[in-house]
C-alpha cells in the first residue's frame, strides 16, 4: 500500500496543502511547532479515522475556520481515494470513494499503519491500559473479528461496571434487591468474548517476540538481551468460575475485578523491568524496536516516524539508518530538525523527497 497524493485543508495549522509523495521515503525537516508532526498526524486520521493526538475532531479543525478536510490517493492494485471531513458542531464524515461509512470501525484495517513518535513512551511510563492498547492496535489490523469482539466485551464490561456501581451506591443507603442474576447475565456473553481475546493476543504475542528481538538486536549491535511477557489472570483461572467467586466483592468495589482488561506487558531488559533498569537510549531503542517490529508484522504497512533520533547515540541513529532504508519496510514518511539526518537517510535511496515545513506550509 503506498500513498501518492495527500491533501489537507485547515487541519491544525495547516491551511492548504496538496503533497506528492515517493514510493520510498519522504522527510518533512523544519523546527519544532512548524507543522511537521500535523502532517504525519492527518496520514494517521486517514487509517485510524481519528488523530493520534487529540480525540475532539472539533479541536483539529484550524482556528478561526468552521470545517477541515483531509484526503488521501493510495494506490496498491487499483487507486483508492479515503477522505475525512470535519465541520464544528457535526459528526464526522468519513468515505472510501463516493461511499460513506456507517461504522467507523469497518474502515480499521484497510489502511495499515505504524507510528513512531515520542508519545511512545507512555508504553513505559503509564499504566497497563497503554501496553493492552498497543497489543489491540497491532491485532486489529490484521484481524476484524478481534476488533468487533473487543468494543463488545468493553461495552458488557461498561454495562456490568454501571450496574455494580449503581448497587454500591444504593447500598450506602439501604439494603436492595439481589441483582446476582443481572450480573451472570452479562458474565455469560463476557466469558466467551475474553477466552477469543485472550487466545488471539497470547498468539500474537508468541509470535512478536522474536521479530521485535531480531530487530533490537540490530538497533543495539546486539549490546542486551531484551524481552516481553504477556501477563493475564486467564491463564491461571476459569473466568466464568473466578466472576462467581468474586461477586460479592466486586459489588463492594463497584468495579469488575476479572477478566482480560486486566491483562499486562511485561518489558525486560535482561531479566529486569526496562522502566527500573533502562537508560534514556535503552528506551527509546526499546520502542522503537517493538514498533518496527509491528510494522514487519503487519507486512510492510506505511510507516511514521515522527522525531526519532532524539537521545540515541549516532551508532544507534545510524543501524536506524540502515534499517528503515531496507527492502523489509514499505513506504516511509519521517520527521526531524536534522538535515543531516535526513540526507543520510536520503543518500543510497532514489525513490526518495525532502520538504521544508515552515508555520504550517510545507514546500518541497
Not at 522474536?210 to 501477563?231: H, M, N, T
Amino acid at each position: 500500500m503506498y500513498l501518492d497524493e495527500l491533501h489537507i485543508l485547515n487541519y491544525k495549522n495547516i491551511h492548504e496543502a496538496q503533497l506528492h509523495f515517493a514510493d520510498k521515503l519522504n522527510c518533512f525537516v523544519g523546527l519544532n511547532g512548524q507543522g511537521k508532526t500535523n502532517i504525519l498526524d492527518a496520514i494517521y486520521l486517514l487509517s485510524f479515522t481519528k488523530s493520534a493526538y487529540n480525540a475532539v475532531d472539533s479541536m483539529n479543525i484550524t482556528h478561526g475556520e468552521e470545517m477541515a478536510m483531509v484526503q488521501g490517493v493510495y494506490r496498491e492494485e487499483d487507486p483508492i481515494t479515503i477522505t475525512c471531513g470535519m465541520k464544528r458542531g457535526q459528526k464526522k464524515q468519513f468515505r472510501n470513494g463516493k461511499k460513506d461509512y456507517k461504522r467507523m470501525v469497518d474502515h480499521i484495517g484497510l489502511l495499515p499503519l505504524v507510528m513512531v513518535s515520542p508519545q511512545d513512551g507512555r508504553l513505559i511510563e503509564d499504566g497497563s491500559e497503554e501496553r493492552r492498547r498497543f497489543l489491540d492496535v497491532v491485532i486489529s489490523q490484521h484481524n476484524k473479528e478481534y476488533l468487533n469482539r473487543l468494543n463488545t466485551y468493553n461495552a458488557l464490561l461498561k454495562q456490568r461496571n454501571a450496574l455494580l456501581k449503581e448497587e454500591e451506591e444504593k447500598e450506602a443507603v439501604c439494603q436492595c434487591r439481589d441483582i446476582s442474576s443481572l450480573l451472570e447475565v452479562y458474565e455469560l456473553q463476557m466469558v466467551p468474548l475474553a477466552e477469543y481475546i485472550y487466545r488471539e493476543r497470547s498468539r500474537f504475542v508468541e509470535q512478536f517476540i522474536p521479530l521485535f528481538q531480531e530487530i533490537y538486536s540490530e538497533l543495539s549491535g546486539d549490546a542486551e538481551k531484551v524481552s516481553l511477557r504477556y501477563i493475564s489472570q486467564l491463564q491461571d483461572r476459569d473466568l466464568a468460575e473466578a466472576y462467581v467467586r468474586t461477586r460479592e466483592r466486586d459489588r463492594i468495589l463497584g468495579w469488575t475485578s476479572q477478566g482480560i482488561h486486566k491483562d499486562e506487558i511485561e518489558m525486560l531488559l535482561g531479566e529486569y523491568p526496562l522502566k527500573r533498569v533502562g537508560s534514556q537510549g535503552q528506551q527509546k531503542t526499546y520502542l522503537l524496536a517493538m514498533k518496527l517490529a509491528q510494522a514487519l508484522y503487519l507486512g510492510k504497512p506505511i510507516l511514521l516516524l515522527d522525531d526519532i533520533f532524539d537521545k540515541l547515540d549516532s551508532e544507534r541513529v545510524a543501524r536506524i539508518v540502515r534499517l528503515v532504508n531496507s527492502d523489509r519496510f514499505g513506504q516511509i514518511f519521517i520527521t526531524d530538525t536534522d538535515r543531516q539526518h535526513l540526507t543520510d537517510l536520503l543518500r543510497p535511496t532514489p525513490e526518495a523527497k525532502i520538504f521544508h515545513v515552515e508555520q504550517g506550509t510545507i514546500k518541497e
